[in-house]
């Protein structure tokens, strides 16, 4: 009550919008349908001589073939293992004969060999790649002496793939 504050002064303030009428109401006028134009009846004479219109042909349900004709999914082919090696170093004789072994089949049914070479898990701190190194090189040495035992070289492939219980195997696989 005691304040020292005064109330400012408006110098113009703005009249308020005056009130409009609401919208009328939209209306449309009614157009009736165009009436069905009828057809002039021939007359008897011309009548008799129009023949009857045809039945209408009644529409059929396209059906499913039957079990029989439904073909399954067709697969991707698999490749299939010829021969497991477990190899640390060079070649072991077991091993140089299983070489001969697949060799030999290649020789009855042509076909691209797979040479699968497992890697261990990655240790930690060194390159995580390394064992995926190790065991190209494995899988690689395995091809080349494939190739020395009569296989072309440019139908084996070499892989490798991570694999923990595997380290250190190596697959040798004809693909379809």
Do not use: C, W
């Not at 009855?108 to 060999?113: D, G, H, I, L």
């Not at 494995?138 to 072309?152: F, M, N």
């Not at 697959?171 to 379809?176: T, V």
């Amino acid at each position: 009550m005691d304040s020292t504050l005064e109330m400012p002064q408006v110098r113009s303030r703005p009249e308020p919008e005056a009130v409009r009428p609401p919208l009328p109401v939209p209306s449309l006028a009614y157009v009736a349908p165009p009436a069905a134009a009828a057809a002039p009846t021939p007359p008897e004479a011309v009548a008799s001589a129009v023949p009857a219109p045809a039945p209408p042909v009644p529409a059929l349900l396209p059906t499913a073939p039957p079990p029989a004709a439904i073909e399954p999914p067709r697969r991707a082919p698999t490749a299939t293992t010829i021969a497991t090696l477990g190899i640390a170093g060079a070649a072991t004789a077991p091993d140089r004969a299983e070489i001969d072994r697949v060799a030999a089949l290649y020789r009855e049914r042509p076909a691209t060999v797979r040479v699968l070479a497992f890697a261990a898990a990655p240790t930690g701190g060194g390159d995580p790649l390394a064992s995926y190194h190790v065991a190209l090189d494995r899988a690689q040495q395995i091809a080349k002496s494939l190739a020395d035992a009569g296989i072309p070289a440019n139908k084996i492939q070499t892989e490798a793939a991570p694999s923990p219980l595997a380290a250190g195997k190596v697959e040798i696989q004809f693909a379809p």
